[in-house]
């Protein structure tokens, strides 16, 4: 028998859940009734329920503080909270403990014996006395699962060729017939923060639970996989016929999802489908679009389900906004300035502002290719790893704002690790100096001026800005000049020789042997294949 305990302040509601419930016919027995949260706390360390039924508001420990207290040392006891609606509020927090079960008073007895029902079967799946049947039972479904999540992910990727009805049938075990089929992206977007891991996993479970009962019945065969930042992606395959009434279903799951989630907090679903085609081997074709139009979520606002992006791309690319951002970001970095850092996004963002039917897989693209330069420049341990939690941050934002807002985050936690690093005696007399170059290479500056101006010896700058820069000040100094002229070469119009003398050169031949010397070609050539 599985062990029940009841916890609630008021003697009435124990009684009528112990009445409303026929516990022998579940399997289930009442071990204890609590009526205040410090000894339903102690009843649920000495009996050892299976399953605790808590009302959210009691004295002396509240349901939240019952839960937290008793789930640390019993994780796998399964919560049903009791709750009424002036005290829901409350019963949000619960989802942070791996709770997903709720009922609203006043307490219904089909919805109360259903919950009891589902947890029962769970437990029972968890406690199987056969193992080795268990693990080959779960061996098998795992096999075939993931042979179908390999499916999908070559389909995403468009490695899929030549698929036909059989072999779907035969070498994946999809019962798929002739008709349509379709690509769908279930997104769910929301910070780490907000719903933490266990919550994560309750509301990918519920709306994939929500997915599956409701096209089950209506589809020939779903293939389905839970994308690791949130949501699902699948192809439905269905009748021609059912077109107009999938798009509907589809909407209402979308529909009953955005109703619901103010349990979660700050979070936000989306819907995207991809074109309906009639082949197998044109699923990935759909696929590929759906994964395209979700973006649009960024542009369009969530809560939608998105069928259409226009084709081709806009003018984004022709902003050459990811040069003027690596341009403002490298300065930003040289002199470890989170102003000059939010000027690069800023430009970024004004920029985006400028063209017109901007594409939301481009904003996409975009903000993680600027991530992806902004790493380059500071080069973190375990850079590929940062790139990869940067991504997934990015992949979880629903809007254009909340993507700057996690690349602006991005910069300021490194730009102020570095600052913390590099911030000490022997490195600031260096990124004085560099600073000091910046704001005067158009003059003819000498290492002995720069090495004054940041109150060193000339001996022991030169050294010590050849140990942290790697190179000794007269090549840095040419080589901040030589970037200069190629920006002002690709901007400007003005004359070589005014440029010479510009970037702090006096003799023009001088000059044009240097930047051959950096660039491999002749002022004139590069502004020719650049400007």
């Given at each position: 028998m599985q062990k029940v305990m009841i916890a609630d302040d008021e003697e009435r509601i124990c009684r009528l859940i112990e009445a409303l419930v026929d516990w022998e016919r579940l399997g289930m027995e009442v071990v204890a009734v609590a009526h205040n949260g410090l000894e339903a706390a102690q009843l649920v360390k000495e009996e050892r329920p299976d399953i605790l039924i808590t009302d959210i508001r009691m004295p002396g420990c509240?349901?939240?503080?019952?839960?937290?207290?008793?789930?640390?040392?019993?994780?796998?006891?399964?919560?049903?909270?009791?709750?009424?609606?002036?005290?829901?509020?409350?019963?949000?927090?619960?989802?942070?403990?791996?709770?997903?079960?709720?009922?609203?008073?006043?307490?219904?007895?089909?919805?109360?014996?259903?919950?009891?029902?589902?947890?029962?079967?769970?437990?029972?799946?968890?406690?199987?006395?056969?193992?080795?049947?268990?693990?080959?039972?779960?061996?098998?479904?795992?096999?075939?699962?993931r042979l179908r999540e390999l499916l999908l992910e070559r389909l995403m990727e468009q490695k899929e060729e030549g698929l036909s009805l059989e072999t779907l049938q035969e070498e994946y075990y999809l019962e798929v017939r002739p008709g349509c089929f379709q690509g769908i992206w279930l997104k769910i977007d929301s910070s780490e923060e907000e719903l933490g891991e266990e919550g994560k996993n309750i509301v990918i479970e519920r709306s994939g639970r929500l997915l599956e009962s409701s096209l089950r019945h209506k589809c020939f065969a779903m293939l389905c996989k839970e994308q690791e930042w949130g949501g699902y992606i699948?192809?439905?395959?269905?009748?021609?016929?059912?077109?107009?009434?999938?798009?509907?279903?589809?909407?209402d799951c979308l529909n009953q999802l955005e109703s619901g989630k103010k349990l979660y907090g700050e979070i936000c679903f989306s819907m995207a489908v991809g074109s309906i085609v009639t082949e197998p081997s044109e699923m990935g074709k759909s696929l590929a679009e759906a994964s395209m139009i979700i973006e649009e979520r960024l542009i369009k606002g969530t809560g939608r389900l998105l069928d259409y992006v226009p084709e081709g791309s806009s003018a984004l690319h022709e902003k050459s906004l990811l040069e003027k951002y690596l341009r403002t970001v490298t300065h930003a970095i040289e002199i470890m300035s989170q102003e000059e850092a939010k000027k690069a996004v800023e430009q970024v963002i004004k920029g985006v502002a400028e063209v017109k039917d901007v594409r939301g897989y481009e904003v996409f693209e975009l903000v993680s290719s600027c991530g992806g330069l902004f790493l380059s420049q500071v080069e973190p341990r375990d850079r590929r790893e940062k790139l990869q939690r940067f991504s997934d941050r990015c992949?979880?934002?629903?809007?254009?704002?909340?993507?700057?807002?996690?690349?602006?985050?991005?910069?300021?936690?490194?730009?102020?690790?570095?600052?913390?690093?590099?911030e000490g005696d022997m490195v600031r007399p260096i990124r004085q100096a560099k600073q000091y170059i910046l704001n005067h290479y158009q003059e003819p500056i000498t290492q002995e001026e720069v090495s004054s101006a940041v109150g060193l010896s000339s001996t022991y700058f030169s050294a010590l800005f050849k140990k942290e820069e790697g190179e000794g000040f007269a090549k840095y100094l040419t080589g901040v000049r030589m970037e200069q002229a190629k920006i002002l070469l690709r901007e400007d119009n003005c004359p070589v020789a005014e440029i010479c003398r510009r970037v702090g050169y006096n003799d023009l031949k001088h000059f044009t042997h240097n930047f051959e010397k950096a660039t491999g070609l002749k002022p004139a050539a590069y502004r020719k294949l650049y400007g």
């Open positions: 509240s349901g939240l503080e019952l839960i937290e207290k008793v789930k640390k040392s019993m994780p796998e006891l399964e919560v049903i909270i009791i709750s009424g609606y002036a005290h829901f509020e409350y019963a949000k927090s619960a989802i942070k403990y791996g709770v997903g079960e709720y009922l609203l008073k006043p307490i219904n007895k089909a919805e109360l014996t259903s919950t009891l029902e589902r947890l029962r079967a769970k437990i029972e799946t968890r406690h199987m006395e056969d193992e080795d049947k268990q693990q080959l039972a779960r061996k098998s479904k795992n096999n075939v699962r699948g192809i439905l395959n269905y009748a021609e016929e059912r077109r107009e009434e999938i798009r509907r279903i589809l909407k992949r979880r934002c629903g809007s254009q704002d909340a993507l700057f807002r996690t690349l602006s985050r991005l910069q300021e936690d490194y730009i102020r690790e570095l600052v913390q690093q590099r």
